[in-house]
C-alpha cells in the first residue's frame, strides 16, 4: 500500500522560510500521480495548498501563489513544498497527499480536492509567528 511521510515543518517567525518533503513508499511512483499539498489550522476546514500532476503542471491556491514551490524528486519519489516570505496565516498541519489513478493529467488533478484523494500522510505541523 501507498505510504505517504512528511517533514520539515517546525517554528519560524513572519517572513521565514521552510522546505516540507514528503517521502512516498510502497511502490507507488509519485511522478505518474496526480499529488497535492493541504493545510488544515485549528478551528478550520482542511484546504488545498497545491496541486501538481505527472508533468509537473502546478496549480496553487491564491493565498500562496509566489510564495510556495511544488517540486517532485522522481528518482527519490520525494515531493517538496518550498515555502518562504511565511505568514502567520500560514500556520497550520500540512499534509501530502496522493490520488490513486494513474497517468492523469491536470484535468483531473485540478478538480480534486479533500474527498479526491485516496493516500494522506499524518502531517507535519508549521507555526509562524508574528
Known amino acids: 500500500q501507498v505510504h505517504l511521510e512528511e517533514s520539515g515543518g517546525g517554528s519560524v517567525q513572519a517572513g521565514g522560510s521552510l522546505t516540507l518533503s514528503c517521502v512516498v513508499d510502497?511502490?507507488?511512483?509519485?511522478?505518474?500521480?496526480?499529488m497535492g499539498w493541504f493545510r488544515q489550522a485549528p478551528g478550520k476546514e482542511r484546504e488545498r495548498v497545491a496541486v501538481i500532476d505527472k508533468d509537473n503542471n502546478v496549480i496553487y491556491s491564491d493565498l500562496v501563489k509566489g510564495r510556495f514551490t511544488v517540486s517532485k524528486d522522481n528518482a527519490e519519489n520525494i515531493l517538496h513544498l518550498q515555502m518562504i516570505d511565511l505568514k502567520p496565516e500560514d500556520t497550520g498541519m500540512y499534509y501530502c497527499a496522493a490520488d490513486a489513478a494513474r497517468l492523469a493529467g491536470m484535468d483531473r488533478c485540478a478538480n480534486l480536492g479533500l474527498p479526491g484523494f485516496a493516500t494522506w500522510g499524518r502531517g507535519t505541523q508549521v507555526t509562524v509567528a508574528s
Open positions: 510502497g511502490y507507488f511512483y509519485s511522478r505518474d500521480h496526480c
